[in-house]
């Protein structure tokens, strides 16, 4: 197959790396950055010891470790949502920088965004700590599960707009979000079936905040939806969406916006063979492990093309230092730079790419580099890179230099730019810091336009 | 301290050579450099809006002062012709505002009378959210609500660029009048939590190529980050000198409340030219707000007004030294108005239309519309004559120059003879 | 108990005492005349015992496995034990210093030359070696001033040894200072500043330790001058705002520590305050003939009581003067109280009927085993005030908390969250009202929500009027009240607050709360469990040690005074 991205076929082949695109330590690093977060040492040097497609397995293939760490921080978070406060986002931060499965929280954190549910309207920290778990534990799963399950939480009917004014019955704009905004995508339903299936979602009431079944109120007269016709209740609806063609083509387009690039605009010729392994009983695990084996995924139009969330930038920097932070605190400063957890703009989600980018937010995601790196102050020190090379090998200054550099950036850097990174650092450093340090350093690359980029 | 124009970005710029990034510079900054001549004022308008949370009693606030409903309706809580600040012969001020009394006789304070909306919510949330959203909730989901500024930003911010548009100042989470759908607005408490202090910062942004500039050039995503990379590195050191600015000044510039401190900091940011329009900062303290007075208004509803007043004076005289005062709108706004009668705790309860104050270099000045009447009443509340929805076109349509159609629903045109 | 230590013999070489070798501008200065009689509970063989235990438990705390390490590794080089080194070294004093720039200053006054000598070349080797291990090979010299040897290391660290007191600083330049006070005499030196003298007159002889602040350079630090301002909380302006006023205009703050029998006393001196803090000051002076504070109440399970003067009509009447920024905190206040009490001005109306006797306790609670344990255990407080006309006001108080009650339930509901069920009991005669929340319907184990820690009750017991978060304590206070109406407290004059803490029950509460405290402290700091298990550890031992605290706060003149005694287990 000669390669083509505008060919469907070699866009999603596995990709193996030849002398135009070796396995090296920039896709291995990659890949780490968009499944899992970013990759330390050891698990970069594995990777490329391993080759691409065994990492792959490594990352996506369940581990046995990761039902029992889900299990305690469920219940960490649930006890932390019972009071006011960050507490239950920072147990959810403290996870996606220590779970053995990171693809797992970036496919929530995914979720989270895709239905946008918003605790601005829910007021409810334990009812969206539910919803988190529920993405979590479905997400892999087929979407008519995850979309079964999601209908059947209180917090997505209370911002949806159930409940509301003592109606009943929900309006017709909510089922338009299940089966657009949700499924199908925009301008795909008419309006007699965004109807009926109003109907068909008739007879859940959400009282004191749980949602209940009430039989009077439910319409059972027949429905025709999307030119099927039937006694469609929600769970019906839900199969009916989920196996709909435009709903795979929808998901499909989604996961290559959060997974590929945040510029790119595939065809529907590509999205293809990506729809059809996200329809019907495909797994979204199935879909997702597809487009990280793809050459597309390994190619020059994914490689740093997307943006840093607040969150992946925070946790580009603690994971590939090994280490791990208080998240309470970290939690607000990610608010501060537009990604409050619990809390997505609109159903829509977080809009992504440029948009977290202003001078002011620029500045603080500098601040927030400096201060994650800082060997005082909020976050207490605790990333501590000079260690972290030096157990690595590289204890030496220019080692250690070399090291933060290949770990962060992978050589996507010229040397100038280093040089004048370490000598404005060690020349306007206070008086109590020595030259050079590896903690400025390594602030200053995290403060790059380059590492700005996933 | 009030600051040469010049001088301050003369401070600014320091060494940097703004035509080293060429093409990359964002145009306002470049036009800002290039127009440093003392005095000459910034051209895009700039709004700032303030939010009175919890309910301001309109007719304590511009006093009906001959109208004898008003005096036999509040017994405790009336003003009279005496203490009354007189406006014309119908309506005064509350005696807490000469500041803005004296705005008015210099023709800088629009009153635009009688302001509300049909069925109007008596509830904090529920009020709150319809002058917040503009759409008064009906038809729209939670999930897809967004404030009518945050729209506004939203409008104001191209996609692919990576421009700030609009900000809020305040110490409390950003109330959901800012609250966009794509782009960020920085809650700003102080400007040092903004401001990296490392070394490693200034000088590791440096304008050269880097190892991924593919063989068509560098890859759009790149250069955008890096030219917004360049414009944080300029933006920086006036947010610096702004903030030295802040600390140092004098303490009879500005009132010691925390109002007149954000907007301290606001006229600070107009000066520094960062490109921002919308400043949103509030009053009242969140929650349910300080101006929601059922009990004991006298005393507290006056320190409210005199707070009010004179932060917004000590305001409009920092702006006006640097001649920016034409290009700047204040606008206030609150939930609700208050009933006509007494609580029975010397106060008074949620009502419904109230006043709105515009003030500026470019209001025409004056009383906008009838005061409501006092007999014909709306459950114990003045009616309104004037939806809000058509002040914000105003500001919208006459003032930021954006269209409304994408951001308020449709059919509320633009006051006449609100702005000069 | 505590180690009583006699004073150690003869003096040596005659050593002025070290504030007569200290600029007269330094802001802080800190002296412990005693070191061996302050740190006596930390030497005692229980306490030896307990770290002990500590560290075989397993839980050990890793600084504290690393402190041991240290401790040994001196052990053996000075070749002694460390409670005889410790005294041997520091017996005779220990000092600290400030300087305006933030330069500091320890002196080390010891028994034993030799062993001060030894000491410094430790410190000086552990220096240099941990210079080398950072690659970084700073100056190391050794240059004479005023006839006197001096290390220095880098820029922040120098020694000097002056007979049998060891100096030790963070900058040359103060070191250097010091060095030609004490050279020459007749300097302007912290020993001759009136500030200080005045200071050391008031702490007296007997303190084992004091600390001196010079509030005159010290208040324009942006710190304190924050923390001492009004922040608009009414309950820090009601209980401190006298003190803080005092604060604000006095010259100079003394802190002395005495030891007693087995008892800690710290007590606090300050010059006179400045007329116009007067006023921050009315509501909480009792008038002079007035009678000493009610003696707090004590109920089974306190944790801490408090007992104070606080007359709340003439605070709320100030409110224009403490609380110039109409808070909406403030407003919500007064709307609140405008819909209790009906309409009745709360300054006029209702704060004038209640007398300016004011107690707080507060109580460990036990849980009903039937309904649950709640995951986060709240302690039960109450207040306890006194009307001056119950038979007239005592209604309308009832009314009042029933209608905030009522109020509670009816936001609640909106929220859909469940409300409080009302209900009278009796109590040795004494009717009283109490709310409680219907037991969780699903009786799994586990713990309960946090909302079952509280059941507001009222009690109106003669004139007083218990307002409890729970019907348990209001019942032991009515029994606790019926015990000791009036009776008086020991007379200590013109004390306007008067605080009791009960180790144990302070111990057993944070005990309880162990696993929230450390799921907090691992999610606050991104520790590991196992550390942030052992940090709390920590923290739990050393409260073990504590038995009882006393803080008192009382005028003297125009003077605050506070004094915290302490008794150890």
């Known amino acids: 197959m000669k390669p083509d991205l505008n060919d469907p076929a070699w866009a999603w082949a596995p990709f193996q790396p030849d002398a135009a695109r070796p396995w090296d330590l920039r896709l291995a690093a990659h890949l780490y950055r968009r499944a899992a977060f970013g990759g330390n040492w050891p698990e970069l040097q594995r990777a490329l010891s391993e080759g691409p497609q065994a990492t792959v397995d490594r990352i996506v293939r369940p581990t046995p470790e990761a039902a029992d760490f889900n299990r305690l921080y469920d219940d960490y978070e649930n006890a932390a949502a019972a009071s006011a406060g960050y507490g239950s986002q920072a147990w959810w931060l403290r996870r996606m920088i220590e779970s053995p499965q990171p693809l797992q929280e970036q496919m929530t954190l995914f979720w989270h965004s895709y239905f946008g549910i918003s605790n601005v309207h829910v007021k409810n920290n334990a009812s969206l700590c539910r919803h988190t778990h529920v993405l979590r534990q479905r997400g892999m799963g087929s979407f008519e599960a995850l979309l079964d399950a999601v209908l059947a939480q209180p917090a997505v009917w209370i911002c949806l707009g159930a409940g509301a004014d003592g109606k009943r019955r929900v309006s017709d704009n909510f089922a338009r979000i299940v089966m657009e905004q949700y499924a199908l995508g925009p301008g795909r339903c008419s309006d007699s079936d965004v109807h009926e299936g109003t109907r068909a979602l008739s007879g859940w009431i959400v009282t004191q905040g749980e949602l209940r079944f009430v039989p009077g109120e439910y319409d059972a007269t027949p429905k025709k939806i999307l030119g099927q016709e039937g006694d469609f209740d929600r769970k019906a609806l839900v199969r009916i969406l989920a196996n709909h063609p435009a709903t795979g083509h929808r998901l499909a387009q989604k996961l290559v916006r959060w997974f590929i690039s945040d510029t790119t605009k595939p065809s529907d010729s590509l999205l293809a063979p990506l729809a059809k392994q996200l329809t019907g009983d495909g797994s979204m695990a199935k879909g997702v492990e597809m487009l990280l084996r793809s050459n597309l995924f390994f190619s020059a139009e994914a490689y740093r093309q997307k943006v840093r969330s607040p969150v992946e930038l925070a946790l580009g920097i603690i994971r590939p230092l090994e280490g791990r932070t208080g998240t309470v605190r970290l939690a607000a400063d990610l608010a501060g730079l537009g990604q409050e957890l619990y809390e997505p703009p609109t159903i829509q989600g977080w809009a992504g790419g440029l948009a977290w980018i202003n001078p002011l937010t620029t500045l603080g995601r500098a601040k927030l580099a400096e201060a994650l790196l800082a060997e005082s102050g909020a976050y207490e020190g605790k990333l501590d890179p000079a260690a972290v090379a030096k157990r690595h090998g590289r204890a030496t200054t220019d080692g250690g230099r070399q090291f933060l550099v290949e770990l962060y950036l992978q050589g996507d850097l010229e040397a100038e730019a280093l040089g004048a990174l370490s000598a404005g650092a060690s020349a306007t450093g206070s008086v109590n810091t020595r030259a050079a340090n590896p903690r400025q350093i390594a602030a200053g690359l995290a403060s790059l336009p380059e590492f700005q980029l996933a | 301290m009030h600051i040469n124009r010049r001088d301050f970005f003369k401070e600014a710029a320091g060494a940097t050579s703004l035509l080293a990034f060429g093409s990359s510079v964002p145009a306002f900054l470049a036009r800002s450099a290039a127009a440093m001549e003392p005095g000459q004022p910034s051209r895009e308008p700039v709004l700032v809006v303030i939010q009175l949370s919890g309910g301001n009693d309109g007719l304590n606030t511009v006093v009906p002062y001959q109208d004898d409903a008003y005096h036999r309706s509040r017994p405790t809580l009336r003003i009279g012709s005496e203490q009354v600040l007189k406006l014309d012969s119908a309506l005064g001020l509350h005696p807490a505002m000469p500041a803005f009394r004296k705005l008015y006789q210099e023709g800088r304070l629009s009153i635009i009378q009688g302001v509300g909306y049909p069925r109007s919510s008596r509830d904090h949330d529920a009020a709150m959210e319809d002058w917040h959203t503009g759409v008064l909730r009906e038809g729209v989901p939670p999930g897809a609500r967004s404030g009518w500024l945050g729209r506004a930003i939203d409008a104001a911010c191209d996609p692919g660029k990576t421009d700030l548009r609009g900000v809020f100042v305040g110490e409390i989470k950003a109330p959901f009048s800012v609250h966009t759908e794509r782009v960020v607005v920085p809650s700003i408490k102080s400007l040092e939590e903004w401001l990296p202090t490392g070394a490693a910062w200034s000088d590791s942004i440096l304008p050269h190529g880097s190892g991924l500039a593919s063989s068509s050039g560098v890859p759009h995503l790149l250069a955008a980050v890096r030219s917004a990379t360049a414009n944080a590195r300029l933006v920086q050191p006036r947010l610096v000198l702004a903030n030295q600015h802040l600390r140092n000044q004098k303490s009879a510039a500005y009132p010691p409340f925390p109002l007149a401190q954000n907007l301290a900091m606001v006229a600070q940011l107009i000066r520094s030219d960062l490109g921002i329009r919308i400043y949103f900062v509030e009053f009242g303290g969140g929650g349910i707000g300080g101006f929601d007075t059922h009990a004991n208004q006298a005393a507290n509803h006056g320190a409210l007004l005199r707070e009010l007043a004179e932060s917004t004076s000590a305001f409009v005289d920092d702006l006006n030294h640097d001649r920016l005062l034409d290009s700047v709108l204040v606008m206030t706004f609150s939930e609700f108005g208050r009933t006509l009668t007494e609580s029975g705790r010397r106060g008074t309860n949620h009502g419904a239309a109230a006043p709105i104050f515009m003030v500026g270099g470019r209001v025409k000045g004056g009383l906008w519309g009838a005061h409501p009447s006092l007999t014909d009443l709306d459950a114990d509340a003045p009616k309104f004559h004037t939806d809000f929805r058509r002040v914000y076109a105003t500001v919208l349509e006459r003032w930021l120059n954006l269209k409304s159609e994408k951001i308020l629903p449709p059919g509320f045109s633009p006051l006449d003879g609100v702005l000069a | ?569």
């Open chain 3, 1 to 569: 108990m505590l180690l009583l230590v006699v004073a150690f013999s003869i003096h040596g070489e005659d050593l002025p005492p070290v504030s007569q070798w200290i600029p007269a501008d330094a802001p802080i200065m800190v002296e412990v005349s005693e070191p061996m009689a302050l740190l006596g509970p930390l030497l005692s063989p229980e306490f030896g015992k307990s770290v002990t235990t500590e560290l075989e438990n397993g839980k050990a705390n890793l600084k504290l496995q690393e402190f041991q390490g240290v401790v040994a590794a001196v052990e053996l080089q000075l070749g002694t034990n460390w409670r005889t080194a410790l005294s041997r070294l520091a017996g005779k004093g220990v000092s600290f210093c400030v300087d305006p720039s933030g330069a500091t200053l320890l002196a080390v006054d010891g028994e034993d030359e030799k062993l001060l000598s030894k000491l410094n070349d430790i410190i000086w080797q552990f220096a240099s070696s941990g210079a080398d291990q950072q690659n970084q090979p700073e100056t190391a010299a050794s240059p004479n001033y005023r006839g006197v040897k001096t290390w220095k290391l880098g820029t922040n660290e120098v020694h000097a040894l002056l007979g049998s007191r060891l100096v030790v600083g963070n900058r040359t330049s103060f070191l250097n200072k010091v060095l030609d006070l004490r050279a020459e005499a007749g300097g302007k030196t912290l020993a001759s500043s009136a500030l200080f003298k005045a200071a050391r007159e008031a702490v007296g002889k007997e303190a084992v330790a004091s600390v001196f602040l010079n509030l005159q350079t010290l208040r324009a630090a942006p710190g304190l001058k924050k923390a001492l301002e009004e922040d608009g909380n009414p309950v820090t302006a009601l209980l401190l705002s006298d003190t803080k006023a005092a604060l604000r205009s006095a010259s100079w703050f003394a802190l002395g520590v005495y030891v007693s029998d087995d008892k800690l006393i710290l007590k606090t001196y300050t010059d006179g305050a400045a007329p116009e803090s007067a006023k921050w000051s009315s509501f909480s002076t009792p008038p002079e003939a007035s009678a000493d504070l009610l003696p707090p109440l004590k109920v089974p399970g306190t944790i801490a009581s408090l007992s104070l003067y606080r007359d709340l009509h003439s605070f709320y009447a100030a409110k224009n003067t403490l609380f110039p920024e109409r808070t909406s905190g403030l407003i919500f206040f007064e709307n609140m109280m405008g819909i209790f009490f009906s309409g009745i001005d709360l300054t006029e109306g209702v704060l004038s009927e209640v007398r300016p006797d004011v107690r707080v306790v507060v109580a460990k609670q036990q849980y009903d085993p039937a309904v649950g344990t709640p995951a986060t255990q709240i302690p039960a407080f109450a207040a306890v005030l006194r009307l001056k006309d119950s038979q007239r006001f005592g209604e309308t108080v009832e009314e009042a908390w029933q209608k905030a009650i009522g109020l509670a339930n009816f936001t609640r509901g909106q929220q859909a969250l469940p409300g409080l069920i009302i209900d009278k009991a009796n109590q040795d005669g004494v009717k009283y009202t109490f709310s409680y929340y219907r037991p969780p319907a699903d009786k799994s184990p586990g713990t309960i929500d946090a909302r079952y820690n509280y059941r507001p009750s009222l009690a109106r017991p003669g004139d007083c009027v218990i307002l409890s978060s729970t019907d348990a304590l209001a019942r032991d206070l009515i029994d606790a009240l019926k015990k000791a109406p009036t009776a008086q407290a020991k007379a200590s004059s013109a004390v306007n607050s008067l605080m009791e803490i009960e180790g144990s029950a302070l111990s057993a509460i944070l005990e309880a709360n162990r696993e929230p405290m450390v799921r907090k402290n691992m999610v606050d700091k991104g520790d590991s469990r196992e550390k942030a298990e052992s940090d709390i550890q920590m923290l739990l031992v050393a409260l073990g040690h504590l038995d009882h605290a006393t803080l008192t706060l009382r005028r003297d003149a125009s003077r605050p005074q506070a004094q915290l005694e302490i008794r150890f287990k």
